[in-house]
Nanobody, 131 residues
Framework: QVQLAESGGGSVQAGGSLRLSCVVS????????VGWFRQAPGKEREGIAS????????EYVDSVRGRFTISQNVAENTVNLQMDSLKSEDTGMYYC????????????????????????WGRGTQVTVSS
């Protein structure tokens, strides 16, 4: 059974940084998708970044590209999300999730934006950015 636990959330001022961590355990495959999602109050959950473990593949949505960096730490079984230049609109509950990789003509990728493609979820960590 896959289990995920997020940490690292908190309150920062606009322009600041936070580093979220997602500890993943119980994996049966070395090549899976780990995605970061967030949900602001009154809004739907949105996928913002994903990484295909043990590969060089990662993807970001436009709203965070260039400010957020997703990375894998194999030794610690974590997937981290470094968030820089934070904005008030980044406020929300942040979740990590795992899902199966997808393939297209022999190339593997992850469905960054689609929460339905992810089957295991953490409980989330709150990020609050004040302007």
């Amino acid at each position: 059974q896959v289990q995920l636990a997020e940490s690292g959330g908190g309150s920062v001022q606009a322009g600041g940084s936070l580093r979220l961590s997602c500890v993943v355990s119980g994996l049966t495959s070395s090549s899976i998708c780990v995605g970061w999602f967030r949900q602001a109050p009154g809004k739907e959950r949105e996928g913002i970044a994903s990484i295909l473990t043990n590969s060089g593949w990662s993807e970001y949505v436009d709203s965070v590209r260039g400010r957020f960096t997703i990375s894998q730490n194999v030794a610690e079984n974590t997937v981290n999300l470094q968030m820089d230049s934070l904005k008030s609109e980044d406020t929300g509950m942040y979740y990590c999730a795992t899902g199966a990789r997808k393939s297209f003509f022999g190339r593997y990728y992850c469905a960054t934006r689609t929460s339905a493609d992810y089957s295991s979820w953490g409980r989330g960590t709150q990020v609050t950015v004040s302007s």
